[in-house]
């Protein structure tokens, strides 16, 4: 038989709030954390605006913050998500072995530093154009080492591990959007298989620095709804006109059922399905069929051993760009058939804006809080239907409902689609 995963350990931070109940809290009052750009002057760029993490104070969550200065908000954020996602399970300190502990995370690059390397060009600079000895050597006055290297994705992983003494696997897969999703379901199948009985797994993300809203703003991707942050984001709305750029972190901790079950954990819900396609079409765009996502959501469903008439809630991608919301409704019409009118379906990216690699676990998070309270998360700034989206989104307020099942959906730029289902515990 193959060994089922559950999940005893949750924690975040957030635009919303640094811990799960307070981002919870305000998701189900709609709440919206858009503002305007902070983390860098954002004054001559099309998109001014993005949903930051306030308040990121590593004293909170390590003996020693004074370590984590000099490490990239990516690993900071992520410690802290780490921290609580821990210390709220208790299974570490179930494990004799550490090598059945493992780490596998969706993380996106650390920090860009713009500032030095523009010093590193000035300094160069010459008469005759750019002196790459003169470079060199202000790049190794001015460059911090242990700063260059927290550029990498793979860096908090590795810190995790150190963090937790988790010896098992350790990896990091950096596939878009759908990366903490990915990360999350690769983990259950080393449990599954019985490599590990322990996983961390999540992510984090910040591209709210100028190559990130560059990038976003060239595809034009981002929303510049400038003048009302708060109603920027607006998922399957007629008058969208892009995401908002978030970032934050969170992380869930998967352990094999049996071994929650010695121990007497709390068990907040259950991995039962996994699904992973490929578009196989272009870099930016979803096919218009909606082929990869039909396939993952099918898959997670069959993964599941069920039938797509026992999914009681879809936690869409749903990012507010005009394609993406489009083909995501034709996707589930076509996974539910004649039902899809009777499952609702929200885009919590309304509240919190999009945070990329770390979107992933952060809206499985909300699913289990939607199972474990039966109350669905809105959609907020839903006030112009748009003929193309005509499901049920949950529009602007929470709703109670029995919620058992949920789909949680994230697709990436490249074209990655994952889907996990995750359902209510019954032993």
Avoid at 174 to 193: H, K
């Amino acid at each position: 038989m193959r060994r089922r995963v559950v999940i005893t350990g949750i924690g975040v931070i957030n635009p919303l709030g640094n811990d799960v109940e307070t981002m919870w809290e305000a998701l189900k009052e709609g709440r919206s954390s858009v503002g305007p750009t902070t983390l860098f002057d954002a004054s001559n760029f099309p998109t001014k605006i993005a949903s930051e993490v306030k308040n990121l104070d590593m004293a909170q969550w390590v003996e020693r913050p004074e370590q984590w200065q000099v490490r990239g908000r990516h690993s900071q954020m992520v410690a802290g998500s780490t921290v609580q996602a821990v210390r709220d399970s208790g299974a570490l300190e179930a494990v004799q072995d550490r090598t059945r502990v493992g780490v596998y995370l969706g993380s996106g690059e650390g920090n860009q530093d713009f500032d030095s390397f523009t010093r590193m060009i000035t300094a160069a600079l010459t008469d005759d154009g750019l002196d790459l000895a003169r470079f060199m050597q202000a790049g190794l006055e001015m460059l911090n080492p242990v700063a260059e290297q927290e550029q990498e994705p793979n860096m908090p992983a590795g810190h995790i591990a150190a963090l937790f003494d988790a010896q098992g696997p350790n990896m990091n897969c950096l596939t878009a959007c759908a990366a903490s999703s990915q990360a999350i379901g690769e983990a259950t199948e080393l449990i599954r298989r019985g490599d590990v009985d322990v996983m961390i797994s999540g992510g984090t993300h910040s591209m709210i620095h100028p190559l990130g809203v560059t990038g976003f703003n060239l595809l034009t991707a981002l929303s510049t709804r400038n003048d009302e942050p708060t109603k920027a984001s607006r998922p399957f709305d007629r008058l969208r006109d892009g995401f908002v750029l978030g970032e934050g972190a969170a992380t869930v901790v998967l352990e094999e059922l049996e071994h929650a079950k010695r121990r007497g954990a709390h068990i907040y819900g259950e991995i039962l399905g996994y699904g992973t396609t490929a578009d196989a079409y272009r870099i930016t765009d979803i096919h218009p069929e909606g082929r990869g996502a039909i396939g993952c959501m099918s898959m997670a469903i069959r993964d599941a051993g069920l039938t797509p008439d026992q999914i009681d809630y879809v936690n869409a991608h749903g990012t507010s760009t005009t394609v993406n919301d489009k083909v995501e409704t034709r996707a589930c019409k076509e996974v539910f058939g004649e039902r899809a009118y009777q499952v609702p379906v929200s885009s919590t990216k309304s509240m919190m804006g999009h945070l990329i690699a770390a979107a992933g676990v952060t809206e499985l998070i909300v699913c289990l809080m939607a199972i474990r309270d039966r109350v669905l998360p809105p959609t907020i700034n839903y006030e112009n239907p748009d003929p193309e989206c005509d499901l049920d989104y949950v529009p602007n307020e929470a709703r109670e409902a029995k919620c058992d099942v949920a789909l949680n959906n994230s697709f990436g730029f490249g074209g990655q689609n994952i889907t996990l289902a995750v359902g209510r515990f019954r032993d």
